[in-house]
């Protein structure tokens, strides 16, 4: 760690939790952020200055004046340009010492896995169950722990999927795949602003923790917030044993 970088993360390396090691690990880490819109901007912003080395930023829409309500990577002057390319002009201010990749076309099944297996960390900040599905089933193939945001009106909530714990279970394990699950988006219901910005944090730290290897994860649990009464609800999740998406590779693991 060179001078700028010691100044640069202090404070974290005041953390005895953390420190010198954590840190160093950060900055080795690759994070993969998908979506770079309510969830991803505030979750992107913390993950760049917080040091980790090299930064993928996945999104192939634009900016709209909608956005800027509660998308805070963008600016009005942005409007018309891809969220992706705004999100690495943001996020090189705050820390232009890491590595920041943008990917402007749309994920799918086939594009997707081979861009998870180069990450050792993996946010999801969509606001679909269908991409949701597609980023947890390539997370669990390539044994990359996955964080997970959601939030719609004054609700939120936050868990960790991570491959790499038998105990842990996936994101199908809670909203199966073979259910039916109506996406309820910003455009057509609402969505607190700063609402985005608490969940969009905490996935932030919850990744940081896993590169940094300290404290415990969201795993196993899922926490939910209702904004208007800030009131949080922890409910814990057990892994499905007929799982269709981990229960394959927690057999194998077990067998060998």
Known sequence: MNEEQEVRYSRH????DLGYEGQDKIA????????????????SMYLASGGFGKLTLVDNDQVELTNLQRQIL??????????????????TGINPTIDIVTITDRMDETSLPELVRTADVVLDCT??????LIVNRACMAAG??????????????????D????????????FSEDQHFEDLKAAQVGVFAPLVGIIGTMQAAEALKLAAGIGTSLAGSLLLLDALTMEWTRIGIDRN???????????????V
């Open 74 to 91: 963008h600016s009005t002057d942005r409007i018309g340009k891809n969220k992706a390319e705004s999100g690495k002009q943001t996020l």
């Open 144 to 161: 990359v722990p996955l964080v997970s945001g959601a939030v719609v009106q004054f609700d939120g909530q936050i868990s960790v999927y």
């Open 13 to 16: 390396i005041l953390l005895k």
């Open 241 to 255: 044993p007929d799982c269709p998406v981990c229960s394959a590779r927690n057999k194998l693991k077990q067998a």
């Open 28 to 43: 080795k880490s690759h994070v993969l952020v998908i979506g770079a819109g309510g969830l991803g901007s505030p979750a």
């Open 163 to 174: 491959p790499r714990r038998d105990d842990s279970p996936c994101y199908a394990c809670l």
């Open 127 to 132: 606001d679909n169950f269908k991409t949701r």
